[in-house]
């Protein structure tokens, strides 16, 4: 579990009140959280995206773990945590944590689809971020706010987005069905600056390690080719 360090205790408290790490997280070990990792099928409908640096939102529980396995991620520029599916007015950690704003804790991932394109960006969150069949949550996170949904910002997204959804569903890969969604861009708001980097900075936190460390163990495992050491800030 590590060592609390004074300078994040504030950080676990917040979290441990009424975000990401609840009781729950606390009781799984490292090879339970493992057990989620599932290696998704190749895509069959490639992205045809442009030259240049793409955007795309991933919304997958606790956006801690979703902005860290991205932000290991080769050709991703920049991961951001943050809120969208709400309005403005009302993103913010504290109201988000209540599961009645309509917004999903959620990242912002840059992207260079020369090194990584978004097809296999999606194989990645299919494989060891999300558990696709979970409805409105996503392991200890229970509630609207850690639903798993795509957000494509552009028609070669959404095109490989609905088409690898329809290949996942027809593959049978899990038992129950399928339960992440697309949905249309409302908006994006940035997390609050502690939950931003927030793997990088509280590498000891109890929550992390229990949960988030599997994910990236997994990452590295199965997309060796895809996996970067360097943690992309930012």
């Known amino acids: 579990m590590g060592v609390f360090k004074p300078d994040l205790l504030k950080s676990f408290t917040i979290g441990f009140a009424v975000g990401c790490a609840g009781l729950a997280a606390l009781s799984l070990s490292p090879a339970h959280a493992a057990e989620r990792a599932l290696l998704a099928p190749v895509p069959t409908a490639a992205a045809k995206e442009s030259p240049g640096l793409k955007v795309a939102i991933f919304a997958g529980g606790c956006f801690w773990g979703v902005e860290g396995v991205f932000s290991h991620t080769k050709g991703v520029t920049s991961a951001i945590s943050g809120y969208q599916g709400g309005a403005r007015g009302t993103a913010r950690y504290d109201q988000v944590s209540g599961g009645n704003t309509g917004h999903a804790e959620s990242v912002r991932v840059t992207y260079d689809p020369s090194k990584v394109s978004y097809d296999q960006l999606l194989r990645v969150y299919f494989s060891v971020i999300v558990d696709p069949t979970q409805v409105d949550g996503q392991g200890p996170d229970t509630g609207t706010q850690y639903r798993s949904a795509l957000v494509p910002l552009n028609d070669a997204q959404r095109a490989a ?33 502690h939950h931003q980097d927030f793997m990088a900075r509280n590498p000891d936190q109890p929550y992390i390690v229990a949960w988030d460390v599997p994910r990236l163990a997994a990452f590295r495992r199965l997309f060796p080719s895809l996996y970067q050491p360097a943690f992309t800030r930012g």
């Open 161 to 193: 987005a609905t088409a690898y959804l329809a290949q996942l569903r027809a593959s049978r890969l899990w038992r129950a069905p399928i339960a992440t969604r697309i949905e249309a861009y409302k908006g994006f708001f940035p997390a609050e600056e």
